[in-house]
């Protein structure tokens, strides 16, 4: 008899996938057609709210019951996949199954302005906008979801920067390098360059300050608002054109240090100058400024000086005196006052033009603006200005782009890696980007794990062994794992001369046997009695597997490229058919690299036969 068994879920609180469903729809097609004759009523499908762990235990029962040699089953997974830390007893060759594990006192610096320890956001549970980065250096804003504890009490290691931080962490927890690349941290040595998080704090003109990140993919501090905000929407953008002026990215609780995406708002110029001086906190703060600049006599003196001399200039002028004259002859107070306004306005825009004005006002920096935009635009119509105005901010930049001692900061180093003993740690994901950033000023790559992974919401590989044990030989036995990681679903089996699936991992009794006998010289011939399962798994275990789009229609990537490697050539050796997967993933431009796991004289086999 043979049978399948085809689990996909897109429906992931937190971080839904498109692809899933249709992958096992495709698989189930293709199996139940001419090429390999599955008989539709042993295809069973599990899909979203239905693919419960109970009902997985469920199916997965009746796919291995009642077989016999020569029968074929198949077991085709598309959806979420992780690695979670190892239960003790559990006999795992690498000791442990997961990918990210930080200590509880590991702490994360977030967008709010704040920072909190790992263990503290776990303690919380609730989801934190965090730093994360893209695939092309540029810091972005990432959600991190369901901060948790991954593991109890297991081994640590400690990464010790040369910025004098230092961070402890699982062996297999996951580094990014400078080039954008992971590498686990066991496998890191002193000098290997690591992607930094850079950030300084900045005045900027309107006397707030601001934080700034080194964004690596233009090399420039820019405002943490500005990465974080995105592009403006086409409906402001419309809105400043028909005002006249520009647009800005308020922060809508006015802590100009909280960058979450939530708090930041596009607005125009001009309704940002409405809402910061129409609150009662803005004039508030306005008058308590007035008042403390008012109490400096220096500045009191200044503004006398300025006004008498202002008042001074003001009668002098005939335009003035005819205006007003004019105004008042007609008792028309408005048409005085405005009429004074104008005559102001006209004089400052022609001071302007004159260059000994004009340089005095800039080497002073105390500028009359004859109306904010308009002085702007006549000043940097000025080639010395604008030249001037250039080289002072490359200046600044360049001065916050080295550290006290004055080095250039590009990256951080590795200064040594070490035991730490034993730790709980924990984890949280960032769905899409997949990485977040330490407070040590490195960032680190998460798992997509987006739902409880406790015992009573995930497989773990014991329950596959206890469950794929009984299947007899001569069972011909292919399982599909479109998941991220799942390329750490296998392991070498050593002394059992082959690879086998992790899902099997060696019975205690046999390995004291075949211990025993290799010390006394004996040599262990490879067992014929295991199940002969085949693993195809989407990427590598330190990989994640893509969920895309082909002609408009969503797939796991892995399945796309593997069902029509299978519909194409289905009588050709699975070794020749990922080759074939491997190279549609490359030319379409995807990372990962898919795996194929099992006994060796299976994997020139056809799939399914």
């Not at 750490?488 to 205690?508: Q, S, V």
Request: glycine share 8%.
């Amino acid at each position: 008899m043979d049978k399948a068994l085809l689990v996909g879920i897109n429906k992931y609180p937190g971080a839904p996938l498109k692809g899933c469903i249709n992958d096992v729809m495709d698989a189930a097609k293709l199996i139940s057609g001419p090429a390999f004759k599955f008989d539709s009523k042993n295809i069973r499908l599990l899909t979203d709210a239905r693919a419960t762990t109970a009902a997985i235990r469920e199916r997965l029962q009746w796919l291995v019951t009642g077989l016999k040699p020569g029968d074929r089953i198949l077991f085709w997974y598309s959806g979420h996949g992780a690695q979670v830390a190892t239960r003790a007893g559990s006999g795992e060759v690498d000791g442990m199954d997961e990918c990210i594990c930080l200590t509880g006192d590991t702490l994360v610096p977030l967008l709010d302005g704040t920072e909190k320890s790992i263990e503290s956001l776990a303690l919380a549970g609730d989801p934190v906008d965090v730093y994360s980065m893209d695939p092309q250096g540029n810091v972005r804003a990432g959600k991190g979801i369901l901060p948790r504890c991954t593991a109890r009490n297991v081994p640590v290691v400690k990464v010790t920067l040369d910025n004098e931080q230092s961070v402890r962490c699982t062996p297999e927890h996951l580094w990014m390098l400078r080039d954008g690349s992971y590498r686990k941290a066991v496998d890191l040595t002193p000098g290997t360059s690591l992607m930094p998080l850079y950030r300084t704090a900045h005045k900027y003109a309107n006397g707030l300050e601001y934080e700034e990140t080194l964004n690596l993919a233009t090399g420039n501090y820019v405002g943490t608002h500005r990465l974080v905000a995105g592009d403006c929407p086409p409906e402001v953008q419309n809105r400043a054109t028909e005002q006249g002026c520009g647009v800005v990215r308020h922060h809508w609780n006015f802590n100009s240090r909280d960058n979450r995406p939530d708090n930041l708002v596009w607005m125009t110029w001009r309704e940002h100058v409405s809402l910061h001086h129409g609150t009662p906190e803005a004039r508030a703060a306005s008058s308590q400024r007035s008042k403390t600049r008012w109490a400096d006599p220096e500045y009191r003196n200044q503004v006398v000086v300025a006004m008498s001399v202002g008042c001074r200039r003001r009668e002098a002028d005939p335009r003035i005196k005819r205006m007003r004259s004019e105004a008042a002859q007609g008792q028309d107070l408005t048409a005085f006052r405005l009429a004074g306004a104008a005559a102001n306005q006209a004089r400052l825009l022609e001071a302007w033009q004159d260059p000994d004005y004009r340089q005095a006002m800039i080497a002073s920096q105390s500028v009359s603006k004859p109306g904010t935009a308009e002085a702007l635009r006549i000043r940097w119509a000025d080639p010395e200005y604008r030249e001037r105005m250039v080289a002072a901010q490359k200046a600044a930049a360049a001065k916050r782009q080295r550290d006290v001692s004055g080095r250039m900061v590009a990256n951080h180093k590795v200064v040594s890696v070490e035991d730490a003993g034993q730790a709980d740690v924990y984890d949280l994901t960032v769905p899409g980007l997949e990485n977040f950033a330490l407070s040590a000023g490195v960032f680190v790559h998460n798992c997509p794990v987006d739902f409880d992974w406790s015992d009573a919401h995930m497989l773990r590989d014991k329950d596959f062994h206890r469950i794929f044990d009984v299947i007899p030989p001569g069972v011909k036995a292919f399982w599909v794992s479109d998941s991220c990681h799942s390329g750490d679903l296998e392991r070498d089996a050593g002394a059992l001369g082959g690879r086998l699936t992790r899902a099997f991992p060696m019975p205690e009794d046999i390995q004291w046997r075949n211990d025993t006998a290799r010390e006394a010289g004996f040599k262990i011939p490879p067992s014929q009695d295991l199940p002969s399962i085949v693993l195809v798994s989407g990427c590598r275990s330190d990989q994640t597997s893509a969920d895309a789009s082909f002609g408009g229609r969503s797939n796991g990537a892995l399945s796309y490229y593997l069902l029509q490697a299978l519909k194409a050539t289905p009588t050709q050796g699975m070794d020749k058919v990922l080759q074939t997967v491997r190279k549609g993933l490359l030319e379409g431009n995807y990372e990962q690299v898919p795996q194929l796991e099992g006994p060796a004289r299976l994997l020139t086999h056809p799939f399914l036969g």
